[in-house]
């Protein structure tokens, strides 16, 4: 990786060119741990001194080897992911993390494990409420992924270097919000597109790296003079995986996309893990509670058997509102992957959120492919001309 570049170019290097870090790192030693979800604990692999790594998959590439295992009215993205391991595109991890965030990715695991031949590989099973019991169970998960990691890496997860993971993680997710926060202005300092380059960046560094390379582009973005221009509109996208700028792109011909609440986006970093006297049960607090993706189901009231709807709404999207204002957003676009059921179902509850909120709001759906791009584009352009 040329050291010269800094800050958005590097970035942007690196989006275009993901694995070229993780395999320098391995040439010197390093084990690399390949994750498909950010519901993974990557504190605990950062904790013992082995790098994580994002598996994604890629739009561009047509699905042809996830044919031979996982049927075609499926999760586009998991085929996607799946198809670019058994080509080999991640043929330099040393180990896979996954977990039981989605059905597909739960089915998936099984596959990939059976179809691929890593030294390690764990799955971590995932309850959907946000119950104590609930968090209890799942802190039983996140020891047993203790137990192997330790005994595949040879090294003991100390609480001394948990806690030193966590810290890093926790400044990298203050440094993505103080990124964001550089969307408020209008026109935006730095736009979705970059945004969507940096997160992909960091979900292919070293937490250290990523924080040196996120001070870099903090810095660059407030003294830069080349910054975006104000478009028709200022959008929120709510979604599952948004990894491919060039859907981004589609969106920011028409409009400026100040916020996405995607895991390609701000999803992973929104909040914090909270210290806690038992690191491990901080982590479980924080995956199960802290990350709003559509796969967990959240009620407002435990045990509640009388539904009241505006309260369910807010209790499920009320972080949405404050977001709204303080990013003065006057359009949100729902991006629904095909056969994504968790999103597909939280859609009709999110879209009477925002009329509540008077939002001029859209879903749009796109099979994971080149060849969604030409009609998302329509919608998009239809949509912003509706609301500018
Ligand atoms: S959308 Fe949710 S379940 Fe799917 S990869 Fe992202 S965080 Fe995980």
Known sequence: ??????????????????????????????????????????????????????????????VTEADRALPSSFCPIMRSCLDCALKGKNDFLDGMVTIHSSDPQEKTARVWESYTDYPYFHFIDMPVTIRPEALEYFEGQLNDFKKT?????????????????????????????????????????VSGTEIAQVVKALMSLPVAEGNELLADIMSEVENRTDAPERKAARLLTWGSTLDNTDIMQVLEAQANVVLDESCGGIRAYRAEVRRSPDAIEGLADYYLNEITCARSFRQAILGETR????????????????????????????????????????MPSLKDYFDGLGIPNTYIEYDYTAGALAP????????????S
Not at 2 to 14: F, H, N, Q, T, V
Not at 19 to 47: D, F, H, N, W
Not at 322 to 343: H, Q, S, T
Not at 376 to 387: G, P, Q, W
Request: charged content about 30%; glycine content about 6%.
């Open 1 to 62: 990786m040329s050291d010269k570049r800094r800050g958005l170019s590097k970035a942007r290097e690196i989006y275009l060119n993901r694995s070229q870090r993780a395999r320098e790192l391995k040439a010197r030693g390093k084990k690399i741990i390949g994750y498909p979800c950010v519901y993974v604990p990557l504190e605990m692999i950062t904790a013992l001194d082995l790098v994580p790594y994002r598996t994604c998959g890629d739009m561009k590439e047509p």
């Open 149 to 189: 990691l330790e005994a595949f890496s040879g090294k003991k997860l100390s609480t001394g270097t948990l806690e030193a993971a966590i810290e890093s993680h926790n400044q990298q997710r203050t440094l993505v919000r103080e990124l964001y926060e550089l969307t408020k202005p209008s026109p935006p300092l």
């Open 307 to 346: 539904k009241h709807y505006a309260r369910d709404l807010q209790s499920r999207f009320g972080y949405l509102k404050g977001i709204v204002k303080e990013w003065n957003i006057n359009g949100a676009i729902m991006l629904l992957v095909r056969y994504c059921d968790p999103f597909a179902f939280e």
């Open 376 to 387: 998302l584009r329509t919608r998009v352009e239809a949509f912003v001309e509706t609301i």
